[in-house]
C-alpha cells in the first residue's frame, strides 16, 4: 500500500505539511549543533546529532510523501536534478571563489567540497537515468514550463496544478514558471 498524498484533502494535511516542515529544519538544526560541537571540541557528541539529524531527515521524507509533495511518477524530478545538481557544482564553486577573495579561505575550502558533492548528485542522478533508459527522455508533454530560478521542467499544463503548487527543487510558486517554446 501506497502511502501518497493519503493526506491530502483530509484532517491531517496540514498536521503532515507542518511536521515535515519541523522536522526539515530539524535536520538543519542537528546538523548544525554537530557542526558546532566540532568547532568547539566536542567531538564525542557530534556523531549523537548527526544521527538525530539524519533521523529527522527520513520523518521529512515521510511527512512529505503523506501530502504529495513531490511527483509519484518522480522520473522527471530525477532528470530536472541531474541539471540542476551537475550547474550547481558551477555555482556553489563561483560562491567559494567570491569567498576565498573576500579572505574567508577556511568556509571557502569547505564550499568546494560541497560544490565536488552537488556534481557528484548530478553523476548519480545521470547513474540511475542510465540504470532506467525507458525514463531519461522525457514524454512529448503538450506543454512544459520552466522555473526561471533552478530550471526545473515541469511537464504538462502548469495551470492544472493547484494554486499552492511550488517548484519541488527551489520551492518558486507556479506563477514564476514560463511556458518553455
Known sequence: MSIFNIAKGTEFEDLARNMMQAEANGTMMYYALARLAKEQGYDDIAPIFIEAANQEAVHAGFYATLIGKYPQNFW?????????????????????????????????????????????????????????????????AKKTYICPVCGYEHEGDINEEPDDYVCPICGQPKSVFKEKK
Open 76 to 140: 522527471s524530478l530525477v532528470r530536472a536534478l541531474e541539471k540542476a545538481e551537475t550547474c550547481g557544482e558551477a555555482k556553489i564553486q563561483a560562491i567559494a571563489d567570491k569567498m576565498r577573495a573576500a579572505g574567508l579561505s577556511e568556509a571557502a575550502d569547505e564550499m568546494e567540497v560541497f560544490a565536488r558533492q552537488e556534481g557528484h548528485h548530478g553523476v548519480m542522478m545521470r547513474e540511475i537515468l542510465d540504470k532506467y533508459p525507458q525514463f531519461a527522455e522525457p514524454a512529448k
